[in-house]
């Protein structure tokens, strides 16, 4: 081969050899770029998640703030508050009014007031195993009370009382409830009273004084209320709230499929139960 051709094959490999290698390098830098497109990629859906669990975080520690000692939703389930709330209302409670308990202990935030006769609370009742209830303030702490043939006497002074319903005349207590109520009755006696010949029933009782620390509840459905007059005087340590307004009811009885969303009492949404 002569000199001039072998320079010629020699650039030409040159060349050759360039452009490949021009081209390993574009390859690479091909895959350095979907490398870093592929990490960018997987760094932002990083990102993202962690900022989605943070959210969700953050919403669960406000809703359990909000629950704990703000606002909680409650349920009726019987009907010893009627004709005032019936089976089926949903409630929103201000739990923060009368000082809501802090999660975990049995320690109390300051309270706005104090509950008041006459107004209707949340509690949780004072037996083993008892649910969370509604029930309305008959008297508190100092208040001398009575019940003379089912009226109310708060201070020797007769209460009115719009809101409360006798439906069954022939309700009363057996005599194992009577003992029962009598025990709890009798420390707070007033002195006027017998207590050898004293034998309380349904519709009449007392006069006894509220001790300090205490509350006396009874439904408005007094025929068919399970109440103070049943398990005694409330510690005010048990007070959760007071009822704020329904946000939603039905009838859960009704005859329709799903009476959820088909049997809703339009006419109670909203208001606030007195």
């Given at each position: 081969?002569?000199?001039?051709?072998?320079?010629?094959?020699?650039?030409?490999?040159?060349?050759?050899?360039?452009?490949?290698?021009?081209?390993?390098?574009?390859?690479?830098?091909?895959?350095?770029?979907?490398?870093?497109?592929?990490?960018?990629?997987?760094?932002?859906?990083?990102?993202?998640?962690?900022?989605?669990?943070?959210?969700?975080?953050?919403?669960?520690?406000?809703?359990?703030?909000?629950?704990?000692?703000?606002?909680?939703?409650?349920?009726?389930?019987?009907?010893?508050?009627?004709?005032?709330?019936?089976?089926?209302?949903?409630?929103?409670?201000?739990?923060?009014?009368?000082?809501?308990?802090?999660?975990?202990?049995?320690?109390?935030?300051?309270?706005?007031?104090?509950?008041?006769?006459?107004?209707?609370?949340?509690?949780?009742?004072?037996?083993?195993?008892?649910?969370?209830?509604?029930?309305?303030?008959?008297?508190?702490?100092?208040?001398?009370?009575?019940?003379?043939?089912?009226?109310?006497?708060?201070?020797?002074?007769?209460?009115?009382?719009?809101?409360?319903?006798?439906?069954?005349?022939?309700?009363?207590?057996?005599?194992?409830?009577?003992?029962?109520?009598?025990?709890?009755?009798?420390?707070?006696?007033?002195?006027?009273?017998?207590?050898?010949?004293?034998?309380?029933?349904l519709r009449n009782w007392g006069p006894f004084v509220i001790p300090e620390g205490h509350l006396f509840t009874m439904g408005d459905n007094r025929d068919s209320s399970y109440d103070g007059r049943?398990?005694?005087?409330?510690?005010?340590?048990?007070?959760?709230?007071?009822?704020?307004?329904?946000?939603?009811?039905?009838?859960?009885?009704?005859?329709?499929?799903?009476?959820?969303?088909?049997?809703?009492?339009?006419?109670?949404?909203?208001?606030?139960?007195?």
């Amino acid at each position: 081969m002569s000199k001039k051709k072998k320079k010629r094959v020699d650039k030409q490999q040159g060349v050759t050899e360039e452009k490949a290698s021009e081209a390993n390098a574009a390859d690479k830098a091909e895959d350095v770029s979907e490398e870093k497109t592929e990490g960018d990629h997987k760094q932002s859906l990083n990102e993202w998640a962690l900022g989605w669990i943070k959210s969700i975080a953050i919403a669960l520690v406000i809703w359990f703030v909000v629950q704990a000692v703000l606002v909680k939703s409650f349920r009726i389930i019987s009907n010893s508050l009627e004709p005032t709330l019936l089976v089926g209302d949903w409630l929103f409670i201000n739990k923060a009014i009368y000082g809501a308990r802090i999660p975990l202990t049995k320690a109390h935030l300051p309270a706005f007031r104090e509950p008041r006769a006459g107004e209707l609370i949340v509690l949780i009742g004072i037996e083993p195993d008892s649910l969370t209830i509604v029930k309305r303030v008959i008297g508190v702490a100092g208040d001398t009370l009575e019940m003379r043939n089912d009226s109310i006497f708060r201070n020797n002074e007769y209460v009115v009382e719009p809101y409360v319903r006798h439906i069954d005349p022939t309700a009363h207590m057996d005599r194992m409830q009577q003992g029962r109520t009598k025990r709890w009755q009798l420390p707070h006696l007033v002195d006027t009273v017998d207590r050898d010949e004293y034998l309380p029933d349904l519709r009449n009782w007392g006069p006894f004084v509220i001790p300090e620390g205490h509350l006396f509840t009874m439904g408005d459905n007094r025929d068919s209320s399970y109440d103070g007059r049943h398990w005694g005087l409330l510690p005010r340590g048990q007070v959760i709230g007071h009822p704020m307004f329904i946000y939603w009811s039905y009838n859960p009885e009704h005859w329709r499929p799903l009476p959820i969303v088909t049997a809703v009492r339009w006419n109670r949404l909203f208001r606030s139960p007195g």
